[in-house]
């Protein structure tokens, strides 16, 4: 008991004792260091002299000192030898680029690879993280949801303007709703004008969306009723590539679609229009509607037309379960009070971070992505592989080299890294150029005129994930084509290869497997690309062949727009006829007919009720695919007539309602019995029924590649048509008539916008991402035949280098040259065959799930893969005959004394 009020005097020593001590020494050893402390402590105490104290005090400030001074050179010499190792890893890399240096067309060739490789991509896997990956830049965007009518299949499509009101009057459910319709216009710049992309908007978007204008404002309230002016928001990116950054633009007027419209700000940097990787370049007020013409303006009060991208930012503490069940009453509201219009027609939420551009068809654009992406990491296996089996036959020419180095005192660690490091410095160097390849492509797609939906440009370009992915592969491929040969240098036998020659084949054997699949890699991932270069040739000429329904033969057409320089309904009918006769009066034209819009064009579409027809979605409507034309139109384009009668001039000004159909009308709504006398209307007007009186053969409508399509041609009236396309008949040939046609418009109105050409260009523009991807595809699938070729050259030239001595005998004792052939590309066969075994193998696993992307029946057949291994195998021969056939000619004399 007399011991205990002691202990606590001895801890507060053993604490102070300790504090003194360095502080990664009290981490590790703190408790053994507090018992001794503890221990000589207690013996001092039981001592009790001054000499046994001051032997205790001595004791430990000695041991203070020393951990101290241990601590500071351990820190030291940690210090040096990171030094060292940094400057060991910096003499590497010297000694690496003096390596390539001194092989130049190694250097270069490997460079370009990589960078092509890399490049490619880099530049899909930029498309891929636009389209597919990159989250949208709202705030809170859980909470943002897109909101589609079903459309009269049954499946959610868009909305029409007055359902969004009623969504957006709804009380608890959302904290903001907003409409978006994406069309073009003109922008007049004074020197120039240009078509842009627009999107008319609701004054609630950017509420809707969490997000503000970069500069300025955004529309009012009020901007959302018609006849309150013009206005629009600039796009950032146009604000700053069109006006060049103008800081002034807020306040300006631009002139759009003919009409003065005022900006009153510019748009958050991040928010693009369709899908967000879509370049809208302005943004317009519902009140603008009228630039467009004045079906745009009653648009926004006819249910029947689903013209908005309506998108809603939920309410706090309101889910999407809870959105759905409001949806669902607000369109069982709707079917009641318009039941012609919305009887079966449902309502579908999807939150805004699951769809990237529309539900019905993210499905391809995820397809299409992950094609690509299989694609292009072919393209990368290709040329690791090949770099790799070039760098272990590098490896090997060095054994001497690393045996030295290693006789010498050298780690296999170290020796290794010479190895990966080199491997490194290409990847990383054709990386670097390889980023600047994807730079290019980028911006070039981002202009180039595809089938964008939208009709803005596409706007793709870097960003964290995209550099991300980048690094990722400079460092792997690195790593993968440089590892084999590290491994290989590292495990190098001294006294074995100091003692053989450096040719023999006894290091070789070690190698042979690993290079041989390197080389059975590389011919399946070409054949694997020849294949799919054969699929899109057969199928861009399935495409070719397809007949569009349409004469195309000396057939010239001519597009323009009168809303957008302000011509209008009155003053619309006089400038029409005064163009048609102007055209007719050309020489070598032979009819000439209005349309509004050309066959293998994009266009709207109608919901109509056929009489006698209930549909399978069981909304009692259909959404039909519809054109104006006037009377010539058939006879001038090539349409037959197959039933009842075309249109005549006499019933421009007829009281009878009529219309003409297409042969998959008939077939689809009246089962292939006569049409003629049949009735349809449109949805939203019960008495408005018109008679078919006749039936013509189907042309293609959207694309070459759809079924036949049901069709309703109307009548064009007296004030004929808005944005009109004169179809013209030549005689000859019909671009000669282009600049004719060209003269006489600018003729009437200069200021009026142009697009033209002949229809043979027009489904050639058509077929233009097609063509983009067969070419394509045969561009990487003749990079695949080279590298393939010269992994193969590669590994021959190498086996026959090892086996000189072998062959030179041979020779000697008569071998025949066809004889020494045989079996020198004998060698090379097997791995070819499992080549092409491996490839045949993921191209019937593949095949099934890209069937539907492609165009044409069977276009995947045995004729193109065989077709496909005929060609990569007389390629990878003939790479494997040149050295072959040097061996046979070899000088037994020389073969014998080089060995």
Not at 320 to 348: C, H, K, S, Y
Request: aromatic letters at 6%; glycine letters at 10%; a neutral charge.
């Amino acid at each position: 008991m007399s011991e205990s009020p002691e202990r606590p005097s001895r801890s507060r020593l053993v604490r102070i004792l300790l504090l003194l001590y360095p502080g990664r020494l009290r981490r590790d050893y703190g408790a053994e260091m507090g018992e001794l402390i503890e221990a000589r402590a207690a013996r001092a105490r039981a001592d009790g002299t001054p000499l046994a104290i001051g032997r205790f005090c001595w004791r430990a400030i000695r041991d203070i000192v020393t951990t101290h001074t241990f601590e500071w050179t351990g820190r030291r010499a940690r210090r040096r030898h990171r030094e060292s190792r940094m400057g060991l890893l910096l003499l590497d890399l010297k000694y690496a680029v003096r390596r390539l240096v001194r092989t130049p067309v190694f250097t270069l060739g490997a460079l370009v690879i990589m960078a092509v490789a890399i490049g490619a991509n880099t530049a899909v896997f930029g498309i891929v993280n636009q389209l597919l990956l990159k989250p949208p830049p709202y705030d809170q965007p859980e909470r943002v949801v897109n909101i589609y009518q079903d459309s009269d299949d049954g499946e959610p499509s868009s909305t029409s303007f007055p359902a969004y009101r009623d969504m957006s009057n709804l009380e608890g459910v959302f904290e903001a709703v907003s409409a978006t319709s994406p069309d073009d216009a003109i922008l007049d710049l004074g020197d120039v004008t240009r078509t842009v992309a627009v999107e008319f908007t609701t004054a609630s978007h950017l509420r809707t969306l969490g997000m503000r204008p970069s500069r300025g404002r955004w529309f009012d309230p009020s901007m959302d009723l018609v006849g309150e002016g013009n206005y629009a928001v600039v796009n950032h990116r146009t604000w700053q590539r069109v006006f060049g950054s103008d800081p002034g633009i807020v306040g300006q007027t631009v002139r759009l679609g003919g009409q003065p419209v005022t900006v009153v700000g510019v748009g958050p940097e991040s928010l693009n229009g369709v899908g967000n990787f879509v370049v809208t370049d302005f943004w317009l007020s519902i009140s603008t509607t009228e630039i467009a013409g004045p079906f745009r303006v009653s648009n926004l009060d006819r249910r029947e037309d689903h013209w908005y991208d309506v998108r809603a930012r939920l309410a706090d503490g309101v889910t999407l379960a809870q959105a759905q069940t409001a949806m669902d009453a607000l369109a069982q509201q709707l079917a009641a009070d318009f039941p012609d219009l919305n009887e079966g027609r449902g309502i579908t939420v999807f939150r805004a971070t699951d769809v990237r551009l529309h539900p019905e068809m993210d499905g391809n654009i995820a397809s299409v992505s992950a094609v690509l992406m299989f694609l292009v990491v072919l393209i990368l296996v290709l040329a690791s592989t090949n770099l790799g089996s070039l760098l272990l036959v590098r490896g090997v020419a060095r054994g001497p080299e690393v045996a030295v180095r290693q006789a010498l005192g050298a780690l296999p660690g170290r020796v290794a890294r010479l190895f990966l490091g080199e491997a490194l410095l290409l990847s990383v160097a054709g990386g670097l150029l390889g980023l600047v390849l994807a730079s290019w492509i980028l911006s070039l797609l981002s202009t180039a005129p595809l089938p964008v939906p939208g009709g803005g440009e596409l706007d793709l370009g870097f960003d964290w994930r995209v550099l991300g992915f980048s690094a990722a592969l400079m460092l792997g491929t690195g790593v993968f084509f440089g590892l084999a040969p590290a491994l290989q240098s590292a495990r190098t036998d001294v006294a074995g290869t100091l003692r053989e020659d450096p040719r023999s084949p006894g290091g070789r054997r070690r190698l042979s497997l690993v290079r041989n699949l390197m080389v059975a890699a590389q011919v399946a991932a070409s054949l694997i690309l020849v294949v799919g270069a054969g699929v899109m040739v057969r199928s861009l000429v399935s495409y070719q062949q397809v007949d569009p329904g349409v004469d195309v033969e000396r057939l010239a057409f001519l597009q323009t727009d009168f809303s957008q320089v302000g011509i209008g309904d009155d003053a619309r009918a006089p400038v029409l006829r005064d163009l048609t006769e102007r055209f007719r009066s050309l020489p070598g034209v032979t009819h000439v007919a209005l349309a509004s819009r050309l066959p293998v064009q994009g266009g709207g579409t109608t919901t109509t009720v056929v009489e006698d027809y209930e549909p399978p979605s069981g909304t009692g409507s259909v959404e039909i695919n519809w054109a104006v034309v006037s009377p010539e139109y058939f006879e001038t384009v090539g349409i037959d007539i197959l039933d009842g009668r075309p249109y005549t001039p006499e019933d421009v000004f007829g009281d009878e309602r009529i219309v003409v159909v297409n042969q998959a009308a008939a077939d689809q709504f009246w089962g292939g019995q006569s049409s003629v006398g049949r009735r349809i209307r449109p949805q939203s007007v019960p008495d408005g029924w018109r008679r078919v009186v006749g039936v013509v053969s189907s042309a293609k409508i959207r694309s070459l590649g759809e079924p036949p399509t049901p069709v309703i041609y109307y009548l064009a009236g007296e004030t004929g048509l808005n944005a009109p396309t004169f179809m013209v008949r030549a005689a000859n040939d019909p671009a000669a008539a282009l600049p004719l046609l060209r003269a006489e418009l600018t003729a009437v109105n200069p200021q009026l916008p142009l697009r033209m050409g002949t229809m043979e260009s027009h489904l050639g523009d058509a077929l233009v991402a097609t063509r983009v991807s067969a070419g394509l595809l045969g561009l990487f699938s003749m990079l695949a035949l080279c590298l393939a070729s010269v992994g193969v050259y590669t590994i021959v030239s190498f086996s026959v280098a090892g086996r000189m001595r072998e062959v030179g005998i041979r020779v000697a004792l008569g071998a025949a040259r066809g004889r020494v052939i045989r079996m020198v590309v004998g060698e090379v066969a097997g791995t070819v065959a499992l080549g092409l075994i491996a490839g045949g193998a993921v191209v019937a696993l593949v095949s099934p799930r890209v069937q539907g992307l492609l165009f044409g029946s069977e276009i995947l057949s045995l004729g193109t893969l065989g077709a496909a291994v005929l060609i990569l195998a007389g390629a990878v021969g003939l790479a494997s005959l040149l050295p072959a056939w040097r061996a046979a000619r070899v000088d037994p004399a020389i073969a014998l004394r080089g060995s």
